[in-house]
């Protein structure tokens, strides 16, 4: 079973503010993916890293992909309000007989206070 | 314009009283998943359907049930529930089987309350 760990699982801090999340693994995934969710809504796809070592810029947020493709960060410059959610990073790998699965881990709780 | 649609968004049903919930989807696309994520847990996938051919998780329970009567609508029936199944259930569908560069669309979720 691939694991996937999130950290923080918990964030407060103000808005102005620059943060980092981080998401952990001993596996190796194909690509990576960072989801945005809002309470009682559905995750939403922020982005796709598939090389290792890849950096990906949405305006103020920056994904980066571990060399090894075990790990990623999510980097939040100047946070706003808007950004308060739950941020989501979903691992895929190889499962066998052509077969790909797709690990979420339990996400950080960002909150951005004004 | 929603992509995918589920219905109801909140759902309050009795302990061991069948229900289902209902997912369809307007991007035509081969692949519908069923995930369950309870509080602070990370979505875990229980079932999908490429086209007509089902694929159970070896640890979902048989309690759980899926249907997809078209391209378009998906349906998870829980047979009995248990004050243990209240959950966000979310429905999400992909253009093929993931691989590298397949996105996953979300839908809104229907929240399970059990009584």
């Known amino acids: 079973t691939q694991l996937l760990e999130q950290s923080p699982q918990f964030l407060s801090i103000q808005e102005g503010e620059n943060l980092t999340v981080y998401c952990n693994s001993s596996s190796v995934f194909s690509s990576l993916q960072w989801y945005r969710q809002e309470p009682g809504e559905g995750p939403v796809l922020l982005v796709t890293?598939?090389?290792?070592?890849e950096v990906k810029k949405l305006k103020r947020l920056t994904f980066q992909f571990g060399d090894a493709r075990k790990d990623s960060s999510l980097h939040i410059t100047a946070a706003q309000t808007g950004d308060t959610g739950l941020y989501l990073c979903?691992?895929?790998?190889?499962?066998?007989?052509?077969?790909?699965?797709?690990?979420f881990g339990k996400g950080t709780k960002l909150s951005v206070i004004p | 314009d929603a992509m995918v649609i589920q219905n109801p968004r909140y759902q309050v049903t009795q302990f061991g009283k069948p229900v289902t919930l209902s997912c369809s989807q307007t991007?035509?696309?081969?692949?519908m998943y069923w995930y369950q994520q309870k509080s602070s847990q990370a979505p875990k996938l229980l079932f999908h359907y490429y086209d007509k051919d089902f694929n159970n998780e070896a640890d979902t329970p048989d309690n759980f049930q899926s249907r997809r009567p078209n391209t378009s609508f998906c349906f998870l029936d829980i047979r009995s529930p248990g004050l243990g199944d209240a959950a966000m259930y979310l429905c999400?569908?992909?253009?093929?089987?993931?691989?590298?560069?397949?996105?996953?669309?979300f839908g809104p979720g229907t929240r399970l309350l059990v009584l």
């Open positions: 979903a691992g895929l790998s190889y499962s066998g007989a052509g077969s790909y699965q797709l690990t």
């Open positions: 991007l035509n696309h081969n692949v």
């Open positions: 999400a569908t992909s253009r093929d089987l993931p691989t590298s560069g397949e996105t996953q669309y």
């Open positions: 890293v598939v090389t290792g070592g």
